[in-house]
């Protein structure tokens, strides 16, 4: 029971921050596209990515969050350097990834491995699991004595049968295939898994197992993770710190206490407004429309509007949010903690609003949920109780063969 | 209560491969006028079919509903003929989809696509049912609804598609909405938007709506009472407050229990191990009994029908109702065989 029950202990996220060493840096990174279309007179320039800068430290989770079109893809992409950055750099454990060659970039590529989001289509369906799961290790040069015995480890650990080598990936379902998709990221024992959206083509119950799977993954390895996202709810799940995105720039980052607990930005309001949650709303009618909606849709990144890209969509839009746009600068709490030698990093509580200081957050949150007071999940006693019952079968594995695989695996 | 439709043991299945597969399973519930139903559950479980038997829309070869009956508005809709069935389809009971992307016809304008419905339907002549259309635009809150009339679908964005598809499917007055996963498509603020703009068009007109989707979030926000299905089958039914506060079937407490939550963190989700059974694994007990950590013996040799718990609240599980102490039961045995 034991190491149950240390799972069960919450990432000691601000206690051990002074300690963390970083060991993925992105200053300035930026990604615009040429696109030619039809009936335009020249190629027009999408800002997919504009001037993104990233920590991210060991062991940590640092997830990057927001709509669709944000760029958040795109930035993971270019931190793996799967993409050229138009401008701006990646450090790698120290090392500039754009001033690496091909073979040194390939071979710090072994440490730095990525999960897709659709496990139908991120694995080769030609290909038996057992060689999908030793390609990785052919390329980065694991002896092939050795790929049989690893490849059994891999797949148990992940909570499959060692005998699913030999299969094919049709015949499995989606949260198996994750999981094939989570074992060759492994195999190669990686120091940083970039996840993009790993979990939202899944349903709720399997999502929940590939959830706890990543958590008791990244306790045992100390890997960290860059997890790209948009259901906000797995991402205060999961991250130690997080980056919120709009078209192409971060809008707010800090702490996953500092942006959920006490959102700055009129964006993260409104996406923590929206986001809906499993408590009942009231029904009256007056309630219910005090809550924040955003007007419209995200505008095109082909022409993102001047100033602050946000201030379309924003009702505490005023003139100046169009002329000048708002840096993404610290809140003094936060500076404070952080001291003089980071003060060039990324780091703190940071809003890129030039009104954050007036719109305080009590004036959003609770007045603007449907149900017009903090939405406090309901834990009666009875349910917690219950519930615990299927933690405990998830993590005992008693009822499940292929999990008690799992406790042979080295951990 | 005005009882609109009511749904009585009905059974549908299909083919696949020569033996005939049930996909849902003595299905009863009803809906009342202004009511939302929710039906809630995960891929494979059965709703979207319940929806297309509804609406009369299963396919024509491999489908077929085995027993059972749909009472709308008095009439059972399974043995009407499809011409009958035709006038009701769009008129009476209306349906949006999932993909605004795919459900929209490409080649027509939004215009003419809404205008369609009233044309065949109500017997308008083009100008009105122009005039008609626009209305209909800006009561979904289609900005600049009178150039949009006359644009095609790709112009849009997938927010502005499903209002487009709710447009279509409020222009002949319905009595009945049905709306499968309408939002599952959309980023987190269109879809509250899309929401919101649902529950005030039921407001306004009093239709009665059945939304289903998988995400407990959504069925919060909407639902005035909630069916759970699993495996084809209702496993649980409540009022939406009941169901969220004193859940009982042991499924549904797992899924509300893998939901992470947005507003605390908490140390580990509860998760359902294996996944849902295909048609022909089910065996002769619970469907849910190789997943359910309170299985007991009766649950895999007799499968359980739903019954009533309490006024309103009905649940398909023999160990219900479920209480604490059989939760801790539970752990003293496996700390015992520890």
Known sequence: MNSILSQTLLPGAEASRVALAPILRARGLTKHFSIRRLGASGPQTLRAVDGVDLLVHRGQTLAIVGESGCGKSTTARLLLRLLDATSGKVWFEGEDLGSLGRRALRAKRRYMQMIFQDPYASLNPRMTIGQTLAEPMTIHGIARGEHRQRIATLLSRVGLSASYATRYPHEFSGGQRQRVGIARALAVSPRLIICDEPVSALDVSVQAQVINLLQDLQDETGMAYVFIAHDLAVVRHLATDIAVMYLGKIVESGTAEEVFGAPRHPYTQALLAAAPRPVPARREATVRHQRILLEGDIPSPLAPPSGCRFRTRCRFAQDRCAIEEPPLEKEVASDAVAGAVLDAEPQGHRVACHFWRDITSSQWAWSSHPAGAPSVRIRDSRLVALQAAFVRSDAAGDANPTRRINDLSPR | ?338
């Not at chain 2, 139903?37 to 319940?50: N, P």
């Not at chain 2, 491999?62 to 009439?75: Q, R, V």
């Not at chain 2, 499917?169 to 879809?191: F, H, N």
């Not at chain 2, 048609?279 to 739903?306: I, L, M, N, Y």
Request: with cysteine; glycine share 8%.
């Open chain 2, 1 to 338: 209560m005005n009882v609109l439709l009511r749904v009585n043991h009905l059974c549908v299945s299909f083919v696949v491969n020569g033996h005939a597969r049930a996909a849902v399973e003595d299905l009863s519930f009803s809906v009342a006028a202004g009511q939302t139903l929710c039906i809630v559950g995960e891929s494979g479980c059965g709703k979207s079919v319940t929806a297309l038997s509804l609406m009369g829309l299963l396919p024509k070869q491999g489908a077929s509903i085995d027993s059972g009956s749909i009472m709308f508005e008095g009439k059972d809709l399974v043995s009407m003929s499809e011409a009958e069935r035709r006038h009701i389809r769009g008129a009476r009971m209306a349906m949006i989809f999932q993909e605004p992307m795919t459900s929209l016809n490409p080649a027509l304008t939004v215009g003419d696509q809404i205008a369609e419905g009233l044309i065949r339907h109500r017997g308008f002549r083009r100008p009105a049912a122009r005039v008609r259309s626009i209305e209909l635009l800006e009561r979904v809150r289609i900005a600049d609804a009178k150039r949009r009339f006359d644009e095609y679908p790709h112009k849009l964005s997938g927010g502005m598609r499903q209002r487009i598809m709710i447009a279509m499917a409020l222009a002949c007055e319905p009595k009945l909405l049905i709306a499968d996963e309408p939002t599952t498509a959309l980023d987190v603020t269109v879809q509250a938007q899309i929401l919101e703009l649902l529950k005030d068009l039921q407001e306004e007109s009093g239709m009665a709506m059945i939304l289903i989707t998988h995400d407990l979030g959504v069925v919060a926000e909407v639902a005035d009472e909630v069916l759970v299905m699993y495996a084809g089958a209702i496993v649980e039914r409540a009022p939406a407050p009941v169901l969220f506060a004193q859940p009982q079937h042991p499924y549904t407490i797992g899924l509300l229990g893998a939901i992470p939550d947005l507003d605390a963190r908490q140390s580990r989700l509860a998760s359902i191990d294996g996944q849902v059974p295909q048609p022909h694994e089910r065996g002769d007990g619970c469907s849910f009994a190789s997943r359910c950590p309170f299985a007991v013996e009766q649950c895999w040799r007799e499968a359980p029908s739903c019954r009533a718990l309490a006024h309103d609240h009905d649940v398909a599980c023999w160990r219900a109702p479920l209480t604490e102490s059989m939760a801790l039961a539970g752990l003293d045995i496996e700390e015992g065989a520890l």
